[in-house]
């Protein structure tokens, strides 16, 4: 990732383990608490809303990373996305090397049955 990390600068990122490529703009940040930024893939028409706040909870953090704008017929694959990206961040954190491929294969089964049952409503 490079670029302006202010609020109001942009930046351009590559997500390794899904392969995302694009740019965004840093709409909102106050830490440790909140960050909010507006992407656009590469090749890409429509932005997507990332937030992701920060919650002290006694001796640990409660994260929650909320994606807006996303298109519903990739619902599955952007929540399981979510997923490895979180679960990488962790086991970096842990000093250990994730292994999103594992990962994806363990979690997008899940994601794609739930979109199946949204779309049924």
């Known amino acids: 990732m490079g670029g302006d990390l202010r609020p109001g600068g942009e930046f351009r990122a590559t997500f ?61 694959a952007y929540g399981a996305g979510v997923q490895v990206h979180v679960e990488d961040l962790a086991a970096h954190i842990a000093g250990r090397s994730g292994r999103w491929e594992r990962t994806l294969g363990r979690v997008h089964p899940a994601y794609e049955e739930l979109a199946a049952r949204l779309g049924e409503r």
């Open 16 to 76: 390794f383990a899904s392969g995302w490529e694009g740019t965004g703009r840093v709409e909102a940040c106050d830490p440790p608490r909140r960050l909010l930024v507006r992407t656009r893939g590469d090749g890409d028409a429509e932005e997507h809303t990332i937030e992701a706040t920060l919650t002290a909870d006694g001796n640990q953090t409660t994260a929650v990373i909320e994606e807006r704008g996303m298109p519903v017929n990739l619902l599955s």
